[in-house]
């Protein structure tokens, strides 16, 4: 960027947290609501929403899956069955109490109708799923059962981020029984691989995969999975998870099946979700100080064409140009669809829509004036290059190569993304080096305060003690992101044994620890 | 059917309610849940619902509808603003009054973190989106301002049925905004055609188009339009409605604008909304008694194919042809889709298997033997023909067949269902006419009870006398379901004044009595 003011205030460098709300508001992706916690998903935000559900979708029908529905309401009694499931949900659940609403004293609506048991607004569907795969499953011929949900679900939450956390959210929730552990395992490590693979493929966003410590597991499961992506503050966005359940839920909702031998066992379950949250993730990974940057795969739409049509005597034929090359590019493909197109021809300044576009973080603008008809070409503007870094391209070569370019564009945002990742992952071998690399340069350490970036993804040794743990968040607000799968290529000695720096204990292999969202 | 048995007991005949139930459960739509009044909406189902939105989401866009996402729950006080919404509305809403759970008395969790106000689960959502509406509009230039949401909405019910009439449902819903009365009842209607055109073209379902009496009218609406459809009992099934709003949601939630001279204007609105009532509606205007039968364009699957595999020495050579066919299959197209095709290769009996997939619907059954490996041809069934109805054709004239195929089955549904409600349509113009047309041949007169089908449209003259109404309701349980439009070719004399075979009052137009649901 040449251009030295910038289209937020304030930049990453000077606020990061209050950057990326503006970048939120300014790209026109979401907003808050007069209702405590949950936000406002606007046409912009939707539409990348719309191409991630898209990408997804195909992958778990690819892999076998088929979409269902259960109840948004879950009654108090299946929640208690799992007890460590209800204590880790029991303080954020909206509850329903009532079934109507009638006049009160002073003529004031008021709650009525109260009902027998109360039901909560799903967190998460274990158990409602699992008491409905209870009656679906009969015999081992029912197995594996592999279902998905598109849903929202509801976490109270007391501070909240739009997309990051927010008291409504939507998500999928993976469900699957099986007959085996082993079953339940492959589908647990199967789901985790396609989030990452989405997430690198889709979203452009470098993942690690791996596992969370006991401490950070999913209420109820047995082990936790998960993808966690860096943000350009350098914390960690845990993106997506996978849980082996063993049989926990299959013992609480009594979800068995008859083997060969006739006998009844309890189902292996697993469960896996993503959410809006990843929109969060591909904020940040990707916007920078002018707004928003959509990788093309997830772009509600890839091209905006602004027509110059100030000039009455040229306005018909430039025009007409523009709807000709509206309807080009829309016969082409990019990413399993149409390529998608705007046609901004609002009577605003030409610098004021454009403004709002690279706001908006649209891959590709395309301006055509009188000029660029009379000489067959058009000006062509990319989002992962500076605003005014612009090029005359002969109109019938930039139809032709619109997939290439976009193509061209998503992989140039996962190197960056990868880039920036590489830059700011540590091997630390030291204690004095770990809390240095942590602690602030100013020294805040409170991480509302608008403190310099620093820190990263620290690879480091790690006996497993959760008491380390403790105080290693209490001090620097560091916690194990996870403990990753072998072959990421995150460093040199990945998977080898050693010693943790703090304790002194035997560790199989490096973990990430970061601060985190 | 030569076969005097049928797949579903009872039959349509013999107890049409029971029937009904009893298609949805054998076709693997959707089953009732643990929490009173919700479904669970099953894989085939879902994949109805998937193609239905499929279809509506594309017609939306091509009118210049954009999606976004509001939040789920409501603020009272937003209710409470509008007040014949409101009233429309306290008897069924889902009330949120608490934001966690404790252990009470003996340690059994209850509600705890009281509200301060409540908030209802949205029955629908046109004053939370107007409060976001009343942000968005500033100027002229923002209208109209055309957005759709689809969503998940709770209506308290006593007593549901699966699919058409459920306590939580899910639907989309359109609200719209703009700048004058005229082009709001424009979009009124433009929306009720988008609906008629996918009801016939989408589900095979024809509708009458027509405007609702004051009494039946949206809470708050200024003019209520419907699509309504015959079902095979002959009552009618309002399918979808679009509501000219008038100024009375953007006055109760100031949505208000800047016209051209520089003053503040309220907006006119609409809103408009289908559900997974359409499944309903499907089910009824198409299944007979040996089960479902899919609408191609809605199927979730168009084609299964059906080894026969007991013989080890050609089960290879069988699976091999088989495996082919359905990859041709699927690089064909039908309905903007690729071809859908399910291979059934279970170790069951091929009679259960075949009876399965004629049970859920599915367009066209092939199955494939030795023999027809040996002759390059293959065994088809099609669900809109007896069930042992089946020809041999050769396998590559099926193939390059497929979509004509599809396109019959879909055009013999409409036409089948176009014939079925013709012959239910009566011209009638006296007050006994009328009642005995409604009234069951036994003459129990309990819809609840298994009396025999009877009855249907009645086109009789209405002068608008809501006395009138309440009386032929109380007396026969019909009601007007619309007042037509022109043009839908119902009767020779539509749109011709004429005088209340009741009342003696004069009459603009015919309108639309039946029983409905």
């Known amino acids: 960027m040449s251009d030295a003011r910038t289209a937020i205030t304030p930049t990453r460098a000077e606020n ?78 909206a509850v ?14 008021v709650p009525a109708g109260e009902l027998e048991e109360p039901l909560v607004v799903r967190p998460t569907s274990e158990t409602i799923i699992g008491a409905t795969f209870a009656k679906w499953v009969q015999s081992h011929r029912d197995l594996p059962l592999l279902i998905n949900q598109w849903a929202n679900v509801v976490r109270w939450e007391m501070r909240t981020r739009l997309f990051l956390r927010t008291t409504e959210f939507l998500w999928q929730e993976g469900h699957t029984a099986h007959a085996t552990a082993e079953e339940a395992r492959e589908e647990t490590m199967r789901m985790l691989g396609v989030y990452a693979e989405f997430a690198e493929h889709w979203l452009a966003m470098p993942v690690v995969r791996g596992e969370k410590t006991a401490g950070e597991r999913f209420p109820g499961a047995v082990e936790t999975w998960c993808i966690e992506a860096m943000m350009q503050d350098r914390k960690a966005l845990q993106a997506g998870t996978s849980h082996f359940l063993g049989q926990n839920f299959a013992k609480a909702q009594e979800i068995q099946f008859q083997d060969d031998a006739g006998r009844r066992e309890f189902c292996w379950t697993t469960s896996w979700g993503v959410s809006t949250r990843l929109i969060g993730g591909a904020i940040m990974t990707h916007a920078d100080d002018d707004g928003m940057v959509c990788p093309p795969m997830v772009a509600p739409a890839h091209v905006v064409v602004q027509p110059v049509l100030h000039k009455p005597e040229t306005a018909a034929e430039v025009r007409g140009f523009c709807d000709k090359l509206v309807a080009d590019l829309r016969r082409r493909h990019y990413g399993g669809r149409a390529v998608e197109v705007e046609l901004d021809a609002r009577d605003i300044r030409g610098g004021d829509k454009t403004w709002q576009w690279v706001k908006r973080g649209i891959p590709v603008r395309v301006e055509v004036g009188p000029r660029d008809v009379a000489s067959g070409s058009v000006f062509v503007g990319r989002r992962d290059k500076g605003v005014k870094e612009k090029q005359s391209i002969p109109v019938g070569a930039f139809v032709e190569g619109i997939e290439s370019m976009l193509a061209e564009i998503q992989q140039g945002l996962l190197d960056r993304a990868r880039a920036f990742r590489r830059e700011h992952v540590r091997v630390i071998d030291s204690k004095d080096d770990f809390y240095d690399f942590f602690r602030a340069p100013g020294g805040a350490g409170d991480d509302a305060a608008p403190t310099p970036i620093h820190g990263g993804f620290a690879l480091a040794h790690f006996g497993g003690d959760p008491a380390l743990e403790e105080r290693i968040k209490s001090d620097l607000a560091v916690t194990v992101r996870c403990i990753p799968l072998d072959g990421q290529g995150l460093c040199a000695d990945e998977g080898t044994p050693g010693t943790c720096p703090f304790t002194g204990r035997s560790s199989p292999r490096r973990v990430v620890w970061a601060k985190s969202y």
């Open 16 to 93: 990061y947290a209050e950057w990326y709300q503006q970048v939120v508001r300014a790209a026109d992706l979401a907003e808050t609501s007069p209702v405590r916690g949950c936000m406002v998903i606007k046409p912009w935000g939707w539409g990348i929403w719309e191409n991630i559900q898209r990408g997804l979708d195909g992958m778990f029908k690819a892999t076998g899956h088929k979409n269902a529905y259960f109840p948004l309401f879950i009654p108090l009694s299946f929640l208690e069955k799992e007890a460590k499931h209800v204590e880790g949900f029991a303080k954020e659940c």
């Open 96 to 109: 329903v109490t009532h079934h109507r609403l009638e006049a009160g004293p002073g003529g004031k609506l």
